[in-house]
T-cell receptor, first 114, second 114 residues
Framework: AQKVTQAQTEISVVEKEDVTLDCVYETRDTTYYLFWYKQPPSGELVFLIRRNSFDEQNEISGRYSWNFQKSTSSFNFTITASQVVDSAVYFCALRSDSNYQLIWGAGTKLIIKP | ETGVTQSPTHLIKTRGQQVTLRCSSQSGHNTVSWYQQALGQGPQFIFQYYREEENGRGNFPPRFSGLQFPNYSSELNVNALELDDSALYLC?????????????FGEGSRLTVL
């Protein structure tokens, strides 16, 4: 069975603080893909990153960085120097080669206070 | 903005009625998938269409059905509406069924069933 767990339901920080959103996944497949999406209040899910199971290199994109660790089945997302515009619900998702569908976590609501 | 448009944005129905939701995919995208997102939860995969054929389905009953047209736009039909069908319905388009790439989402249709 495939599963994605985002244990943090809601996180609230003050602007300019760093914040890490946790994602733990379960799958028996050897080839799979991990995603992070952002959902602002408008409802539209915005793609942030995709990682395949063979690429464990961490990635940095501006203030965003992702830490993929197969040993702990985790794919965590860090925002450095957070800004109010980062406030949104963030979803981690999993897809394997054996299945078309994306399996989503429950999301983490991130609140950045000015 | 992704170029995926959904209509209507909001609608209210009563239990037992039928509803049709529409989606125009991003230009050039031949694959459309539909997701149901209940309040405070992650999206749940309903089904996927590729070149007018359903080629993947999640754990939803047959009263959830769909169509994809030659121009790759799509419809989601739900018959015999139940209170639990109240949710945000998201359409996503992509280039191929392989889906190793990102999904482009619309802003969704929010359905309330009374």
């Amino acid at each position: 069975a495939q599963k994605v767990t985002q244990a943090q339901t809601e996180i609230s920080v003050v602007e300019k603080e760093d914040v890490t959103l946790d994602c733990v996944y379960e799958t028996r497949d050897t080839t799979y893909y991990l995603f992070w999406y952002k959902q602002p209040p408008s409802g539209e899910l915005v793609f942030l990153i995709r990682r395949n199971s063979f690429d464990e290199q961490n990635e940095i994109s501006g203030r965003y960085s992702w830490n993929f660790q197969k040993s702990t089945s985790s794919f965590n997302f860090t925002i450095t120097a957070s800004q109010v515009v980062d406030s949104a619900v963030y979803f981690c998702a999993l897809r394997s080669d054996s299945n078309y569908q994306l399996i989503w976590g429950a999301g983490t609501k991130l609140i950045i206070k000015p | 903005e992704t170029g995926v448009t959904q209509s209507p944005t909001h609608l209210i129905k009563t239990r037992g009625q039928q509803v049709t939701l529409r989606c125009s995919s991003q230009s050039g995208h031949n694959t459309v998938s539909w997701y149901q997102q209940a309040l405070g939860q992650g999206p749940q995969f309903i089904f996927q269409y590729y070149r007018e054929e359903e080629n993947g389905r999640g754990n939803f009953p047959p009263r959830f059905s769909g169509l994809q047209f030659p121009n790759y736009s799509s419809e989601l039909n739900v018959n015999a509406l139940e209170l639990d069908d109240s949710a945000l319905y998201l359409c996503a388009s992509s280039l191929t069924t392989v889906n190793t790439g990102e999904l482009f989402f619309g802003e969704g249709s929010r359905l309330t069933v009374l």
